[in-house]
Nanobody, 122 residues
Framework: VQLQASGGGSVQAGGSLRLSCAAS???????MGWFRQAPGKEREFVAA????????YYANSVKGRFTVSRDNAKNTVYLQMNNLRPEDTAIYYCAAQLVGSEYYSGSQYGYWGQGTLVTVSS
């Protein structure tokens, strides 16, 4: 499985961005996750979505502002980010795991994209 994240950019606080993660290879049954890493900080879980799209999970810090979705016909996962804050500034990574457990733990994901930078200015 290969993952390609895109859609990052620079926005002002309160703005919106939509990240995309295009997957290639065998992706049937994979849970997809979004993680982020800010400068000088550890990587943290942002959101995840199960294969069918019926199960979604969010970090408390983004709940109500971010929405994760997927289009399996296009092998693409999205992260709609609204009401962005300066503390959302980070490199955002998409990841894939087949097991579907501990969706919040990066160690459970076997495949990672290259990351896309999101910068939010105040």
């Amino acid at each position: 499985v290969q993952l390609q994240a895109s859609g990052g950019g620079s926005v002002q606080a309160g703005g919106s961005l939509r990240l995309s993660c295009a997957a290639s290879g065998r992706t049937f049954g994979y849970t997809m996750g979004w993680f982020r890493q800010a400068p000088g900080k550890e990587r943290e879980f942002v959101a995840a979505i199960g294969w069918s799209g019926g199960s979604t999970y969010y970090a408390n810090s983004v709940k109500g502002r971010f929405t994760v979705s997927r289009d399996n016909a296009k092998n693409t996962v999205y992260l709609q980010m609204n009401n962005l804050r300066p503390e959302d500034t980070a490199i955002y990574y998409c990841a894939a795991q087949l097991v579907g457990s501990e969706y919040y733990s990066g160690s459970q994901y076997g495949y990672w994209g290259q990351g896309t930078l999101v910068t939010v200015s105040s």
